[in-house]
């Protein structure tokens, strides 16, 4: 088996060799085949070289946010992200992550880490990017589809078309990242139970939500986030609870 392929792209040096040792002390075969601190540097190397088979990312680079890279490239390898700051996390797993590590990084938490890479990679189903896609398409969902209602008419509405689930006066209504509501024939509790954990997560008693309809997050208290949804501009909050999961959720644990 070929050694695992990584590299670091990272603006500060201490911290991308400290970053590098640590790798090496869980897994001695992994080879750092580049280590950069900045988004030209990053799309130079991409000019003349394949992509590694795994990429760690800091998101504040010397010339900029890492974010700028994936509007220049295309990256389809896995990246597991190395910050000191968590309001990226949305961000982060709009493009390939699959970890979101805060600075400074524990070594329990890289293990974990890259025992995630290697499961992910060594699905006898799916490789990395095929699982990304159906992930991200809403093809791994239970639900496929609802059956709506509207006067005399009847139409279906795709999952992949909800940006969240809402109950109001006992009803339970399905938003459209196009802003038009209907009402489906679930509560939330049956909800949880169809749809994809992966892409909806319920955050309190009225709201089952999608990552990518959050537009902004805001901590209100050590245990609660404020969160705005796209679209309409709803405003909710996440309970005490569930703060601890949905945080999870949002880096994909």
């Given at each position: 088996?070929?050694?695992?392929?990584?590299?670091?792209?990272?603006?500060?040096?201490?911290?991308?060799?400290?970053?590098?040792?640590?790798?090496?002390?869980?897994?001695?075969?992994?080879?750092?085949?580049?280590?950069?601190?900045?988004?030209?540097?990053?799309?130079?190397?991409?000019?003349?070289?394949?992509?590694?088979?795994?990429?760690?990312?800091?998101?504040?680079?010397?010339?900029?946010?890492?974010?700028?890279?994936?509007?220049?490239?295309?990256?389809?390898?896995?990246?597991?992200?190395?910050?000191?700051?968590?309001?990226?996390?949305i961000d982060a797993f709009k493009v390939n992550a699959i970890d979101?590590?805060?600075?400074?990084?524990?070594?329990?938490?890289?293990?974990?880490?890259?025992?995630?890479?290697?499961?992910?990679?060594?699905?006898?189903?799916?490789?990395?990017?095929?699982?990304?896609?159906?992930?991200?398409?809403?093809?791994?969902?239970?639900?496929?589809?609802?059956?709506?209602?509207?006067?005399?008419?009847?139409?279906?509405?795709?999952?992949?078309?909800?940006?969240?689930?809402?109950?109001?006066?006992?009803?339970?209504?399905?938003?459209?990242?196009?802003?038009?509501?209907?009402?489906?024939?679930?509560?939330?509790e049956k909800l949880e139970e169809e749809l994809e954990q992966e892409?909806?997560?319920?955050?309190?008693?009225?709201?089952?939500?999608?990552?990518?309809?959050?537009?902004?997050?805001?901590?209100?208290?050590?245990?609660?986030?404020?969160?705005?949804?796209?679209?309409?501009?709803?405003?909710?909050?996440?309970?005490?609870?569930?703060?601890?999961?949905?945080?999870?959720?949002?880096?994909?644990?």
């Amino acid at each position: 088996m070929r050694p695992l392929k990584i590299i670091i792209i990272e603006d500060e040096q201490r911290a991308a060799s400290r970053l590098e040792k640590l790798i090496l002390e869980i897994d001695s075969s992994i080879e750092v085949v580049a280590s950069m601190d900045s988004i030209e540097s990053v799309l130079e190397w991409h000019e003349k070289e394949a992509q590694p088979d795994l990429y760690f990312l800091d998101i504040h680079l010397a010339d900029g946010s890492a974010f700028e890279i994936f509007k220049r490239i295309q990256i389809t390898q896995p990246i597991i992200f190395t910050t000191a700051y968590d309001q990226y996390a949305i961000d982060a797993f709009k493009v390939n992550a699959i970890d979101y590590l805060l600075k400074p990084i524990k070594r329990l938490e890289l293990e974990a880490a890259l025992k995630k890479y290697h499961s992910l990679h060594s699905s006898p189903v799916l490789d990395y990017s095929e699982l990304l896609s159906q992930i991200s398409k809403g093809k791994t969902t239970k639900l496929k589809r609802f059956l709506i209602r509207v006067a005399q008419n009847l139409k279906t509405v795709e999952v992949d078309n909800v940006a969240y689930f809402y109950t109001e006066n006992k009803i339970t209504f399905l938003t459209t990242y196009e802003g038009k509501r209907y009402s489906v024939d679930y509560s939330l509790e049956k909800l949880e139970e169809e749809l994809e954990q992966e892409l909806f997560f319920r955050i309190n008693r009225q709201f089952i939500i999608r990552v990518n309809a959050i537009s902004k997050m805001v901590a209100v208290s050590k245990s609660r986030v404020k969160i705005w949804l796209d679209p309409n501009a709803v405003e909710t909050i996440v309970s005490t609870e569930r703060s601890g999961k949905f945080k999870k959720w949002l880096i994909g644990q």
